[in-house]
């Protein structure tokens, strides 16, 4: 199980890398959502934010109605932030699931892959 | 779904109510193909009696919406098919059935085109061939806006099904009244015809409301996970109702050779209200064209792209575009079927895709059943919202009637002997095996290869 802290870690990287990309900002151009984390194994929760093309900071606990939301296990967002996860092997495995619409699934899916792309 | 899983979904800022699915159940089935179809079904049937295979191919629809509304439940995801496919069989028959249940799609969408293409030259009064020029087109125009990611948004879905469905209702009706005359043997489906006909008949109904179970994709944007299920019945109902109707209105009113043509709607239409009834059909057809490349390109492009990042695809196939839409299935599928659609219009083979499109809709239901059956085995704690009562009996029975009518449509066509659906459903099959069996196990070699040479970001602690 990984801790609150080890999460927001793994997230700090994950959005630094993000926000830099330049191919990925133009990906979510225009693409302003709110993302709901749930943890199965430690009930944790945070919110993830995109506006004006960038990833805001991780908050801790649910804020403001989601368009996404996302529910794994902890170690499995860990890794996935750090870029040793595939989450789409997750989610088609059912580990990950996902509500929210297709395009939206979809780009999250791109954040991670592009953030990453030698993963 | 636990609570938290409910409560998060009645949170969410953009979800679908019970009539988006309704419509989107519709309209996914609703297809151009589906006027070729029950104009089709009309030889194997004695009379005007057309509408009583479609009633029974409701019933059978109805067991097939008990098979989906169960796995639906267990696996409220677009990946459903992926996981409780997995789950029930080997994992490689489990991929080479739904790459060869994939076909349909692109045979759809090939059938769509070239359906409305044909339409539309024949509404212009331009000669045949001016029909590729069509069907390119609109192919094409189909690729650019999935590659600039633009989809038709719920409520144009809702009103676009709305006005095909109403249209087409109303059009069979009037054909039936101004026709002037009672119907021919209403309740004598046999008449001139063989049991083995009436089972034919049936395969084609089986197709008429195919396609209404893709709804279940979306049960992960729905407000409420039940209202997969219920739009799935309701638009089995309106499904039921308006290909009765229009193929009753097309046995009553049209000539052989009308029927027997690309586009047996538009002359629907010239029975029911003269010159303009034409236009309203041109422009009905073009309309359920929207849907499907919406639909199909959305729904095929996103299972090879999920189906690529899990590894069972090319690498390729998972690149996006800068609007992070996946651009090769989207260009692969357009480049596919505007293959299939031109050489249906130079062979005027569609009562072949019509066949094909049949057996492997009836195939996909019997697996659904045999997959519902193996998980009450297999997973018989994993919780079932739906929970599809008298599955013992109606599920192997279910997969033997489905199975039968997957055969009996693979071997006909327009009422004549013919084996081509079933050589190209096998042909189609041998392919998504040799590549199950064959090529993708270097390519998860590879993948793994290349992951083990990558070191671990995740710090160790």
Known sequence: MASTEELLEAYAEWRTRSNANPRLTKMVQGWDRVIHFTTTDTAQSYTMRVEDQQLSELAVGHEGRPDVVVTGSSEDFCDMFWGDLNPSEKYMSGEITLLGSQQDVMRIDAISMVAFLDT | MTESAIASRATLRRALGLRTVVTTSTGLAFAALEYLAAAGLVAYVGGDSAYIPIIVAGVLALVAYGFFGELNGMFPTAAAIRLYMKRSMDDRAALTITFTYMTTIVLVIAADAFIVGSALAHAFGEPAWVASIWIVGLLAVAVATNLRGITVAGLLQDLATSVVVVATLVIGLLALVHSGHGLHTPFQPLHGHSPGDFLEAIALGVFLYSAFEWVTTSAEEVREPASINRGMLIAIGILCVVCSVATVAMSHTLTHNELTSAYPQLYLGIAAIGHSGLWVMAAVTAVTALNTFNGGFI???????????????????????????????????????????????????????????????????????????????????????????????????????????????????????????????????????????????????????????????????
């Open chain 2, 299 to 461: 729904t095929a492009s996103r299972f090879i792209y999920g189906t690529a990042r899990e590894g069972s695809l090319p690498r390729q196939l998972a690149h996006l575009n800068d609007r992070a839409v996946p651009w090769v299935p989207v260009v692969v599928l357009g480049v596919v079927s505007a293959a299939v659609a031109l050489i249906v219009a130079l062979t005027h083979a569609w009562q072949v895709l019509v066949a094909v499109g049949a057996a492997l809709e009836a195939m996909i239901y019997g697996v659904a059943g045999l997959c519902a059956l193996r998980l009450r085995t297999r997973q018989p704690d994993t919780p079932r919202p739906f929970r599809f009562r008298g599955l013992a009996v109606l599920g192997p029975l279910g997969i033997v009637v489905f199975g039968l009518l997957a055969l009996t449509a693979s071997l006909s066509v327009q009422n004549r002997f013919n084996p081509a659906p079933l050589v190209i459903i096998v042909v189609a099959a041998a392919l998504s095996a040799f590549y199950v069996l064959r090529v993708l196990p270097g390519i998860r070699e590879r993948e793994a290869a290349r992951r083990a040479a990558r070191p671990r970001r995740r710090p160790l602690r």
